[in-house]
């Protein structure tokens, strides 16, 4: 009888751990549903307007598209519009004034690194930068970054092209990323054509291949090679636009024999090859198969180098303006986004973090220290965010701050000086109303005396 009683108990737990196994493969199934692959196209300095559905100067058929089939975040802005700050937030989803990264990464024997592009030096100033903030010459490991956080939800994470944030020891694969490819010290390129960093260990080509189109073979040869049952986020971060400016020669003749002169056809040239590369990814992934399960981002790092119509300000210039601190972010993701879809939420680099942890899974509240906010909701329902200010912050010149809420923006300087302007009905920022409209003016100083607090910079503050 207790042989009959063990075997019936027997055949029961057998019975359950079959069953455990059957709910654990469809579980599986339908979190590999649930987790969509990812692909974040990162583009360096390319302006707002810098596209062919904004401007016919350019031709990016390719964005152009990928922008009308999906939602546009038509009020996107960088927290820190420059090289390194950009880069940072962008992973870690903390504001670049809380990370004290508020400088592009220099180089050169002036700062402490040598010609590999190393440092031992933590910290940098600036001649120039009227508080002499200290900002950081790498990104720290113990930061969390996306990659981390997707890898813990079962992603493959792939990094493509430029970093910026740091030399061998913080490259992406010491920051939570499986695979690196195309990634140096330099914040820029020597030249597009090879060699195109010139120092040990280049990431060369023997076949005079154009830097954008390298990396773009790179990007595509990894999805049509990609077996593995979890999914992937492939961060395609490009050296283009930024300078040197130099097109792609058959691409630069193109835009000379249209009329351009010579700066602007290199310009418009590497503005082409760029969305070159992005149609080549997107045909990657629906010749494999996959560009239903796949999720697209687009944004830029900061504004334009040339001209940003119809905003003022730009890449070298009045930076914190709306040339230089709005950016294009656009979203693709197959049955949720519907197309040609405008919002005109405030949206910031530092919610892209967010985003992308709530999207696989996870909730942004488990991370310490992020300022920014999940756009999930938002991208699937096409609602308008109601959300603090956003802050973009820098440290080169006297112009520091930006506050923006609602339809104001206040711009404050080291010096003293505070603007404001309503972005509504003054998008070229001509009409400083801070004595006009004190009452608004003050409460957003006020705002910003305890965000500087918040963030540990107030003893730079132009404001306390």
């Given amino acids: 009888m207790k042989k009959q009683l063990l075997k019936i108990l027997s055949i029961l737990l057998l019975a359950v751990c079959v069953n455990c196994g059957k709910a654990t493969k469809k579980q599986a199934q339908t979190t590999k549903e649930a987790k969509p692959n990812i692909v974040l196209f990162f583009v360096d300095d390319l302006g707002w307007s810098d596209l062919g559905f904004r401007n016919p100067v350019f031709e990016t058929p390719n964005i152009d598209q990928l922008a009308a089939a999906g939602m546009s975040f038509e009020q996107a802005y960088i927290a820190s519009p420059t090289c390194s700050p950009s880069r940072a937030t962008l992973l870690t989803g903390k504001h670049p004034a809380r990370l004290q990264m508020v400088r592009h990464i220099p180089g050169g024997k002036k700062f402490g690194f040598n010609k590999e592009g190393e440092t031992e030096i933590e910290f940098h100033t600036l001649e120039r930068d009227p508080a002499q903030f200290p900002s950081r010459n790498w990104l720290p490991l113990e930061h969390t970054t996306y990659a981390e956080a997707l890898k813990d939800a079962g992603y493959y994470n792939l990094f493509v092209g430029k970093w910026h944030l740091g030399h061998e020891k913080y490259h992406p694969i010491h920051q939570g990323f499986d695979q690196q490819i195309g990634t140096s010290n330099a914040g820029h390129p020597k030249s597009y054509y090879p060699p195109y960093f010139g120092y040990k260990g280049d990431y060369t080509d023997e076949n005079n291949t154009y830097l954008t189109d390298k990396l773009t073979n790179e990007a595509v040869d990894f999805i049509e090679k990609y077996e593995q049952e ?167 010149e006297d112009l520091y701050v930006s506050v923006r809420k609602c339809d104001w923006k206040l711009l404050a300087y080291r010096s003293g000086t505070q603007k404001l302007f309503n972005i509504k009905k003054d998008i070229k920022e001509e009409n400083d109303v801070f004595n006009e409209e004190s009452e608004i003016a003050n409460q957003l100083v006020e705002e910003l005396k305890k965000w500087e607090v918040k963030m540990g910079v107030e003893k730079y503050s132009g404001v306390q």
């Fill in 230 to 396: 979890n999914p992937f986020m492939l961060t395609f971060s490009y050296y283009s636009v930024h300078s040197p400016h130099q097109g792609r020669k058959d691409l630069v003749a193109h835009f000379k024999k249209k009329g351009l002169e010579d700066k602007y056809a290199h310009y418009a040239a590497m503005v082409a090859a760029t969305d070159e590369s992005v149609g080549r990814v997107l045909q990657a992934l629906k010749d494999k198969g996959i560009e239903k399960e796949t999720l697209i981002l687009f944004v830029s790092d900061q504004g334009g180098y040339f001209e940003n119509a119809p905003f003022r300000g730009g890449k070298m210039k009045e930076t914190l303006f709306e040339g230089g601190a709005r950016v294009p972010f656009f979203v693709y993701w197959h049955g949720v986004t519907k197309p040609n879809t405008k919002n005109n939420s405030v949206v910031q680099s530092t919610d892209i973090f967010s985003t992308l942890v709530e999207l696989t899974g996870g909730n942004p509240s488990d991370y310490k220290e992020v300022d920014g906010i999940s756009l999930l909701s938002t991208i699937r329902n096409n609602n308008t965010l109601e959300r603090e200010p956003v802050y973009g912050y820098r440290a080169y």
